[in-house]
Structure formats: structure tokens, C-alpha cells
Nanobody, 126 residues
Framework: QVQLVESGGGLVQAGGSLRLSCAASGRTVSSYAMGWFRQAPGKEREFVAAISWRGRSTFYADSVKGRFTISGDNAKNTVSLQMDSLKPEDTAVYSC???????????????????WGQGTQVTVSS
């Protein structure tokens, strides 16, 4: 099993940046595919970004491609999401997740992730 704790959320103006971190305990992050998802009020949870197990590949939602960067740090056992050029529509609760996903075609589906953090609020003001 793995326990996940997110940090780094907050309030930022449009065009600003935030860096979210997800600290894992129990297993190394490289043992799992790691994903970031977000959920805005009244909306379904949506995929944001993911990094494959062993960190060989990264994946992004079209809405964040070119603005967000996911990365893993095996030494710190963390996964981070660098968010630049933030927009008000990026406002949501962001959660990291870990899953035993070994086929990249499944990496965007939240149902394939077994472990979830508690989430951190990101608010982007216009």
C-alpha cells in the first residue's frame, strides 16, 4: 500500500504559478503510475497529468499541455505538478493518485488508481 499527501495549493492570480507536491509513503513512487486529477464544484473529476511507472513517460490533458509539468523525484519519493500560466478555469481541488497501471492507455482513467491523497485546493482569481 501507499499513502499520499498533497501540499502546495493556494490562491494565485491568473497568469501566476503554483507547484503542487505529492509525498508518498509505504512504496516508492516509481513502483506505480502517478497521476494528478482535479475536480471543480459541480463537475466530474478530470485527468490533469500522469507519469508512468518508472517515470519513463508523461501524459497531459489537452487543457493543461504546455502549461503544466509533472515530475517525479525518487530520492524524495514525491511527485510534483508545476503549474504555470494559471487560468481561472484551473480552479479546483487537485488530488494525486497512485495505481498499478502498466499499460499507458489506461493511465488517464481515475478508476484505475487505487490510492488517493486528500486533495489540495487551487484557486485562480481573474
Amino acid at each position: 500500500q501507499v499513502q499520499l499527501v498533497e501540499s502546495g495549493g493556494g490562491l494565485v492570480q491568473a497568469g501566476g504559478s503554483l507547484r503542487l507536491s505529492c509525498a508518498a509513503s509505504g512504496r516508492t513512487v516509481s513502483s506505480y503510475a502517478m497521476g494528478w486529477f482535479r475536480q471543480a464544484p459541480g463537475k466530474e473529476r478530470e485527468f490533469v497529468a500522469a507519469i508512468s511507472w518508472r517515470g519513463r513517460s508523461t501524459f497531459y490533458a489537452d487543457s493543461v499541455k504546455g502549461r503544466f509539468t509533472i515530475s517525479g523525484d525518487n530520492a524524495k519519493n514525491t511527485v510534483s505538478l508545476q503549474m504555470d500560466s494559471l487560468k481561472p478555469e484551473d480552479t479546483a481541488v487537485y488530488s494525486c493518485a497512485a495505481g498499478a497501471i502498466y499499460y499507458n492507455s489506461y493511465i488517464r482513467d481515475p478508476n484505475n488508481y487505487a490510492y488517493w491523497g486528500q486533495g489540495t485546493q487551487v484557486t485562480v482569481s481573474s
